[in-house]
Structures are given as C-alpha cells and as structure tokens.
C-alpha cells in the first residue's frame, strides 16, 4: 500500500467517526455465473475482466472475474426429480448417478438435496457434502402411484425458498419430463423465484413415453390389463405399455413452449435432453464441465434502484462465442441511516 493510500484511507475512517449519529450502508454484490462456449460448443476459457462488459439496465458496470482458475464458490445443488408413475422406466437410471454428484458436480466445497415430485413435493435429503448420503438417497428413489402429476413449478418454488440463506453459486438439476403437470404455482411465479435467488436452472429432460419403448418390461410402471380397440377414441389415457398415440402427440407438444427450455434459458443453464442408456450419466457429465469452467462476474449492485434489473453480458472482442448468463437480477435496499 503507498503513504498517499494509506493517508486516505486514515482520512476518511477519520472522517466517518467524526459524524454524529450512526450511519449504516450495506453494500450488495451481483454475482453473474457465465458459461462461454465456441461455435462447435466447446468451452472456452482464458479470458479476463477486461474481455467481459456487462450492461445493468443498459448501463456498463465495472466487474471482477473469478473462474476454475482463481477460485470459485461453492455449489449449492438442489436435485429435484419427477417420481410420478410415468416416469418408473426413467428411475431405474437416474437410480445410479448419485457417484458422480460429489467428483463431477459438487467438488470439495459443494453440497447437494433432493426432492422429489409427483402431486407431492417432498425433500428426501437436506444439503449436505456427504457423498454417501447422496448415493442412498438416490438409490431408493421410488415412483409415486399418481401416472400424470407432477408439479414441476411448485418443486421450483419450494427450492427457491429453501435457498434464501445459501451462499456461493446455487443450482437446481431437474431430472423430468420437459413440462409441469398440476402445480398450483404458474409458470411465472416460477421463474421469479428462481430470479429472485439467483438460481441457475439446469435440466435432464425425457420424454415418459419415448423412454418406456427402450424399458425392460420389469421397469415399466403396474397398470391393470386393458383391452385396446381399433378405434383410438376407445384408447386408454394411460398407456398398459406403450401408447402410440402418446408419443406422436409428444413429440408435437415438443414444438411448442418448452418449460425446461424456458427456465433453463432465463437463468443461463442448459436443457439435456435423455432416452438412451447413458442418457442421464452423460447429461450429470456435461453439467459438470459446464459448472467448473463458469467465470463468475461480480459488480455492485447500483443504489437506490430496487426491483427487477435486466443483465446482459458481452464479450465485444469475440463475437463468434456464446455467451449463457442469468437474464436479469432483483436488487433490494442496500443503504440505510437513521
């Protein structure tokens, strides 16, 4: 530190004590998770603070970077998983990831829940570091007897509220078919909670009916025997084993708003999408590749403007890289006297 630093600063504390009455201001710091990506999707790193400019309601900020390198902070990962009866052929999978959560996504310092969701949401494991705890919990996942619920927005909300006191990156893995089924929440509310907390939204999405084609027979959901006419007016709602007619209209609804899609692109995550055997190992791989190459943008957050702000973060020396980041932060009161 140089005299003239120094004597500033010893100035100023001077300065502050001087003042009659107590003055308090908190100083509220915008953490921005960014994943940069080359044009074959590969991630790309080397870059520095100088590179970035980030724009707070169209007003450039001055940032800090953080990434792999220099240190990141640590994960908060909440695993919210569908456990309907539709999804019994996906289960018999995601039953075996819970190794790679702690090596390939938590790291040293990381800690992971479930839940889980069908027409309940229900926590099954709390944070915690315990890579043991996590295989467990994981291994006994067990489907619900509901074919067709599956409140995908409320699980999201009830994360976010479970997340307010958590500190570093927070992250939220779903493992579920691409669209809520029976939650009260809108689809709104869900996305404001998730802003609200600074969440990065992730999905290992399938489909319930493509899945059940690839499904040993043991692994698909108990229905009770059915006779299917010629007429598909007489088709069942549920299929007994695989409904044709399901998975054409599946594949159309896919045309149009996606919800994973949606929450995953308005957080700055990313929607895997899984049938085949490894499906969902590879989908906990990329999310781990993608987690530990992040640079993390900080800035303070502006005084005196509370609410919804919109970010948008540029790299204006590489315009061929994409760049994935949160689309907006709620900024609350941070200065204060009396």
Known sequence: MTRRAAVCILFWVGSITAQKGPFRVKTSVVQVPVIVTDKNGGNFGGLSGSDFKVLDDNIVQEVTVDDFTT?????????????????????????????????????????AAVMTFDRDVSWLQDFTPDDNKLRDVLKDLKSGSAMSQARMFDAIVAVADRMQER?????????SESRDR??????????????????????????????????????????????????????????????FLAIFSE???????????????????????????????????KLGREIHSQYLLSFPQRQGRTGRHQIQVLVPDHRNLRIRSRHTYWADQTRESQ
């Open 71 to 111: 240190g990141l902070a640590p994960i908060s990962l909440a695993i919210a998983i569908q456990t309907s009866g539709i999804s019994s052929p996906a289960l018999t999978r995601i039953r075996h990831i819970g190794g790679m959560i702690q090596p390939l996504v938590l790291g040293l310092k990381g800690e």
């Open 167 to 175: 500190k570093g990156r927070k992250v939220v893995l779903l493992i």
């Open 182 to 243: 029976a939650s009260e929440t809108t689809f709104q509310q869900a996305v404001e909670a998730v802003e609200r907390q600074g969440i990065e939204v992730f999905a290992a999405t399938y489909s319930a009916y493509a899945t059940s084609l690839i499904a040993k027979p043991k692994d698909l959901p108990d229905l009770p025997t059915q006779v299917i006419s010629g007429d598909p007016s007489d088709w069942p709602d549920s299929p007994p084993g695989v409904d």
């Open 251 to 285: 594949v159309a609804r896919l045309g149009k708003t996606n919800a994973t899609q949606a929450l995953t692109r308005a957080t700055g995550g990313a929607d895997y999408r899984f049938v085949k055997d490894r499906g969902i190992e590879e989908a906990i791989e």
